[in-house]
């Protein structure tokens, strides 16, 4: 069932893509189309394309909504803005799906780049290492890596991470979205997003994070 949802001036919007979540305003509205500020994501902005077809995250009345339309063109009116079509439906999304909560543990990580079919390699031409992570949502997770692999990890790699729970261990695939190089810090942080998760494993992480909010909110700490 589809949510009433009305777009606002100066309404916060997010452009779901594979490498992140790209933020937004609503600049115009009407019948037709709402109009928006060009995305942009720690400073790269998103090119996009008439007719190129696109989901949406809404803010609107203390909720969280995702839409799916398309992209009818680009004008300008002081700024360069990017007209999209009225979505017609809008679902209602989790909160928690989006809350990021501090999450410390040892991981092990493998970059697959390389490997096509991960079924016709053996774990021989997998390189392994180990990293720590510090936090996590139903969208992703950063991870602290070894400087000793800074020349061999970098943004839009790919990574299968195995996170160690209290009763089981879950593998994930995940794309680097975010490179904190702080040459002062003795590791260097990667932001990444989950891709193709299955229903079971996201349950599990979401899961996960309301048992650390729910422990946070005991302890009066809250989620970013």
Sequence with gaps: MSEKVEFLIN???????????????????TEEYVAISIPVNNGQYLPLRKEERITGVYYYDKEIY???????????????????????????VQRRNFVRVPFMTNVVCARINLA???????????????AYSLDVSGGGMRLAVSREWEEKINCKDILMVTIPLQQESITVKTKIVRVENDKKNPKIIYGTVFLDLDRPTRETIIKLVFHIMRNQMKNGVKGD
Aim: glycine share 6%; net charge positive.
């Design 116 to 130: 096509k079919d991960m079924k016709s390699i053996g774990d021989n031409q997998i390189e392994f290492f180990e």
């Design 11 to 29: 309404g916060k919007i997010e452009i779901e893509m594979e490498d992140g979540y790209y933020k937004s305003n609503v600049q115009d509205i």
């Design 66 to 92: 995702r839409f799916e339309t398309v992209v009818l063109g680009r004008k300008v009116d002081k700024i360069l803005i990017i007209m999209i079509k009225k979505p017609s439906a809008f679902r209602k």
